[in-house]
């Protein structure tokens, strides 16, 4: 059986070529495990739940309708203050078992993704979506996703696009 820390251990070292430590931060109160990822260029750092139930990446989106109005520059993402983003205008929708009836929805976006201080993709492709509510106040800004290709969002909603896990990005972008 694969734990979460190998999971990451082994997408990290796909784009790295070898292996490295990150801090996973257990969430004990909400029973989950968070991880510190930065999007764009100068990095933007967020702390993400660490998904193996997914493949999708997305942070939190400026001024989400999930927060407001405490929304601010420490709990969402701001794609104007990247020098190296690209929008490449497709819709982001994805559910969750947790809140079936509640969608994740926003754009995809190019740019850099690093985790642990360490680039991990440049050119990669993540979601820069609205929080929900319910998933705001239980503190989720956004999802780091690291499981099997089965639980992509173009995999559980055929209407969405396909979505490229790391696994792929990396053999794409030849790392």
């Known amino acids: 059986m694969i734990t979460s820390s190998q999971s990451l251990t082994y997408y990290l070292a796909l784009t790295t070529h070898q292996?490295?430590?990150?801090?996973?931060y257990n969430d004990l109160a909400?029973?989950?495990?968070?991880?510190?990822?930065?999007?764009?260029?100068?990095?933007?750092?967020?702390?993400?739940?660490?998904d193996t139930g997914s493949t999708d990446v997305w942070g939190p989106k400026f001024n989400s309708y999930g927060c407001a109005p405490a929304c601010?520059?420490?709990?969402?993402?701001?794609?104007?203050?990247?020098?190296?983003?690209?929008?490449?205008?497709?819709?982001?929708?994805?559910?969750?078992?947790?809140?079936?009836?509640?969608?994740?929805?926003g754009l995809y976006y190019n740019d850099s993704i690093s985790v642990g201080g360490v680039t991990a993709i440049e050119n990669a492709t993540f979601a820069v979506s609205d929080i929900p509510k319910p998933l705001y106040i239980q503190g989720t800004r956004g999802i780091f996703g690291?499981?099997?290709?089965?639980?992509?969002?173009?995999?559980q909603n055929p209407d969405s696009p396909y979505w490229q896990d790391y696994e792929k990005t990396v053999q794409r972008v030849g790392r």
């Open 72 to 105: 601010h520059a420490n709990f969402s993402f701001d794609p104007t203050a990247s020098s190296t983003l690209v929008e490449i205008d497709i819709p982001f929708d994805a559910r969750y078992e947790l809140t079936p009836d509640l969608a994740v929805k």
């Open 146 to 155: 690291v499981g099997t290709r089965y639980s992509e969002s173009w995999y």
């Open 30 to 50: 909400n029973q989950r495990y968070n991880i510190s990822v930065a999007f764009g260029t100068p990095p933007q750092i967020y702390s993400h739940l660490f």
């Open 19 to 24: 292996p490295f430590e990150v801090p996973i």
